[in-house]
């Protein structure tokens, strides 16, 4: 979720362009599979914007949310790069977080390196573990590799630095330079051994990096369990990463909020789901992230009254939530990629829908992740173009969750699954028997979650 970001502004606008069964052709790239660490198994991530989250917009004042997250059910942090930003054609006061300028350094408006590590230490002791956003795409025109290693850039036909479009404050490194490579896998090792971090959130660099990968992970696992997280729209994720960012779910979502999809849209990407069950996909499921919301708005501005919604959808299908920076108190608005931005904290529905929400992926093993949580399976209904059905079941626990993925009021039946039984209300809290073909009504844009364990 850390690509350079005028390259998703492309990547929306030549979406935007395609008729959503169109933009579906090329969205079925292969995902991750590894051991993964069991401590992932009912995780809840949370991508921490550290300049926007305090006035201060330093580790030590975000270090005292953190105790708030732990009771919010937040298992893993996220953090977007703290490394020293370029200062040559920066974009904006400030500049962008992936313009890097040091991959040894620390961002002194952040803070610096003890103070890094005690963030790093206080989170394992509330018992959450930490990963670091990395960019090593590009760097910024003033990195230090710039004048010790100039060959490690790519160039054009006519020796020229190249600078993807619209982001001139970064210059594409080459990926064929062997030596870069091994430069990237110590500075990478570097992190782990000296800071105590547990793995990384990357952009995946195109085909043919399997190998590169592979000999990141082996590198850090002699250092400790990490995870490798790969947020890669439109590329094949290599098999030694944990996670891969369920990009054309959120697609999905903003299309049918457009109503330039139906609910169909998502049903094809559970079918995706239950198909690589048994290969070791896990997916990151978000309904926003930085990127989203610097670009293109807030969830409410994205969704309207979806939000709520698709919120729940990221619970009950297969993979790990995630939440970002204020997204739990109801951000809506963007928040600056290159200015001084600071999150509007207050109360809202959604801090307490997100701490049950936490809750109930801890309390119901149905919807873990991975080989730990219960199938999925999506049920038929009698009205396939506005509602879906998930049923998900894990020995005696026990997930039914629908969604009415349209502006209207319906009412449908659940035409297969085995799901009929004694259930809990989500949203009332009160018990329930359905029996086969219930008939179900949902106002617009409506859910309902009916758990048994």
């Known amino acids: 979720m850390h690509r350079i970001f005028s390259a998703i502004v492309l990547l ?5 362009c395609q ?3 169109q933009s579906r052709q090329s969205e079925a790239p292969a995902l991750a599979q590894t ?10 991530l949370y991508q921490v914007n550290i300049r926007q989250y305090t006035p201060e917009g330093t580790f030590i004042a975000f270090q005292k949310h953190l105790p708030r997250l732990k009771e919010l059910g937040v298992d893993i942090l996220w953090l977007m790069p703290i490394h020293p930003i370029g200062e040559e054609r920066r974009i904006g006061t400030l500049g962008s977080f992936y313009a890097v300028q040091d991959y040894y350094g620390i961002n002194g408006d952040m803070g610096t390196q003890d103070e890094f590590r005690a963030l790093i230490r206080a989170t394992h002791e509330a018992g959450m573990y930490v990963l670091m956003d990395w960019q090593s795409e590009a760097t910024a025109w003033d990195h230090e590799l710039m004048e010790s290693h100039p060959e490690w850039y790519l160039r054009n036909a006519d020796g020229e630095l190249i600078t993807p479009e619209n982001r001139p404050d970064v210059v594409l490194l080459d990926y064929n330079q062997g030596a870069l490579k091994e430069y990237l896998k110590e500075v990478m090792t570097y992190w782990v051994k000296e800071f105590d971090i547990d793995g990384y959130g990357l952009h995946v660099n195109g085909p ?8 990141v ?11 490798l997280l790969a947020d890669s729209p439109g590329q094949a994720v290599p098999e030694v990463f944990d996670i891969a960012g369920a990009w054309q779910l959120e697609r999905a979502m903003q299309s049918i909020s457009r109503g330039e999809a139906t609910a169909r849209y998502i049903q094809e990407f559970i079918a995706t789901q239950a198909d690589s ?5 896990i997916h990151v499921l978000y309904t926003t992230n930085h990127e989203k919301n610097g670009l293109e708005g807030s969830v409410f501005d994205r969704f309207g009254k979806a939000a709520e919604m698709y919120a729940v959808l990221t619970y009950v299908l297969e993979g790990v939530p995630m939440i970002y920076s204020g997204q739990e108190v109801g951000l809506n608005r963007s928040l600056s990629l290159t200015e001084k931005d600071e999150i509007p904290w207050g109360d809202h529905p959604f801090n307490a829908l997100y701490s049950r929400l936490n809750k109930l992926k801890k309390d119901n093993q149905a919807l873990w992740t991975g080989p730990w949580g219960g199938n999925l399976e ?4 009698s009205n396939p173009d ?28 659940i035409s297969s699954g085995q799901y009929h039984g004694d259930y809990k209300s989500f949203k009332s809290r009160s018990s329930v028997t359905l029996t086969e073909k219930e008939q179900m009504t949902l106002p617009a844009w409506g859910y309902e979650v009916y758990t048994a364990r």
Request: hydrophobic share 40%.
């Open 386 to 413: 506005q509602v879906i059905a998930v049923y998900r079941v894990k020995d005696e626990n026990r997930v039914l969750a629908v969604f009415n993925c349209s502006p209207e009021e319906v009412t449908f039946a």
């Open 12 to 16: 929306v606008m030549c979406t935007h």
């Open 217 to 227: 992970r082996k590198r850090l696992a002699a250092e400790k369990p990490v995870i």
């Open 378 to 381: 999506s049920s038929g209904t």
């Open 35 to 44: 051991n993964h660490p069991e401590w992932i198994k009912s995780a809840v």
């Open 277 to 281: 069950r048994y290969d070791g996909s």
């Open 19 to 21: 008729k959503p069964e």
């Open 208 to 215: 043919g990096m399997s190998s590169f990968w592979a000999d």
